[in-house]
């Protein structure tokens, strides 16, 4: 029998795509993270140096395609499609305080399917929230001042610099925690983060350092990069890679090659001269 369950064409704008909306009038505030993203969102090129990009978005601009989103992902057409079945699209959701036991070294849970790179530039870049006079929320664009966190966290990641990562989930939340060494110190920072087990979306983060206020700090972007990689790499099926080898929880490179103490060799400052 046939199905007569009703279709909906779901048409995205920028507004529903992270990343895909910026200020058109002052594209020359933005970093080359926030504009590669912005020409990723239409199907356009984002190799070349910033004045390459700008001239890049202008060039859409001036074509009528600032309004216009290609993503060859369907993902964020799910996601607005859920909503709109929900009738949830201005619900905030509150997400829950993570679990204290049933942590196991990642990634010993599925991902959540929807989450992507989009939701890691959303939560850090564009998700803060600003009070305004009359003591009402408002949601504010911050992509223009700085992508710091997401730069400095690719180089956390790509160093090695993200070890002792767990996860877990529940109550529709996925959670993930980790250790991420500290630039200039010997230490290291405690980053936790919740993930939306429905939507993909990252609902929470906190970590130990002084900068993360509002959770939105170098160490948090390289645990949510990490996540991201992994993903790419292997897929979001915890059962999907455990034959393959551990990639995280590796620390530092530190280019020694460690081996006996009766078989080290050291010279002498005297044999130096």
């Known amino acids: 029998m046939a199905s007569t369950q009703a279709y909906q064409k779901i048409n995205l704008t920028p507004d529903d795509v992270p990343g895909a909306k910026l200020n058109i009038d002052a594209l020359e505030k933005y970093g080359n993270v926030s504009l590669k993203r912005w020409l990723e969102c239409r199907g356009l090129k984002i190799a070349g140096n910033k004045s390459d990009l700008l001239q890049r978005c202008k060039d859409a601009v001036s074509v009528g395609k600032s309004e216009f989103v290609d993503l060859t992902?369907?993902?964020w057409c799910s996601i607005k499609d859920e909503k709109i079945k929900r009738e949830k699209k201005d619900e905030?959701?509150?997400p829950v305080l993570p679990p204290i036991t049933g942590w196991k070294p990642f990634p010993s849970k599925n991902v959540p399917t929807n989450f992507n790179y989009g939701h890691i530039y959303h939560y850090l870049l564009e998700s803060v929230v600003?009070?305004?006079?009359?003591?009402e929320s408002e949601d504010t664009d911050l992509a223009y001042m700085t992508s710091k966190p997401l730069t400095k966290g690719e180089q956390y990641v790509k160093s090695g610099s993200v070890t002792n990562v767990m996860d877990t989930e529940g109550k529709g939340h996925y959670y993930v925690k980790a250790k991420v060494a500290a630039s200039m110190k010997n230490e290291d920072q405690?980053?936790?983060?919740t993930i939306s087990m429905v939507s993909g979306a990252v609902l929470d983060a906190s970590c130990t350092?002084?900068?993360?206020?509002?959770?939105?700090?170098?160490?948090?972007?390289a645990v949510l990069l990490l996540i991201d990689k992994h993903c790419k790499e292997y897929g979001n099926d915890a059962q999907a890679c455990t034959s393959k080898p551990c990639e995280w929880n590796k620390g530092k490179r530190s280019h020694?090659?460690?081996?006996?103490?009766?078989?080290a060799a050291y010279t002498s400052y005297q044999q130096q001269k």
């Open 256 to 263: 020694r090659t460690p081996g006996k103490v009766s078989e």
């Open 92 to 94: 905030k959701v509150q």
């Open 209 to 221: 350092c002084a900068g993360s206020a509002l959770g939105r700090c170098n160490h948090v972007a």
């Open 73 to 75: 992902v369907g993902k």
């Open 190 to 193: 405690n980053v936790n983060v």
């Open 130 to 135: 600003f009070i305004n006079e009359d003591g």
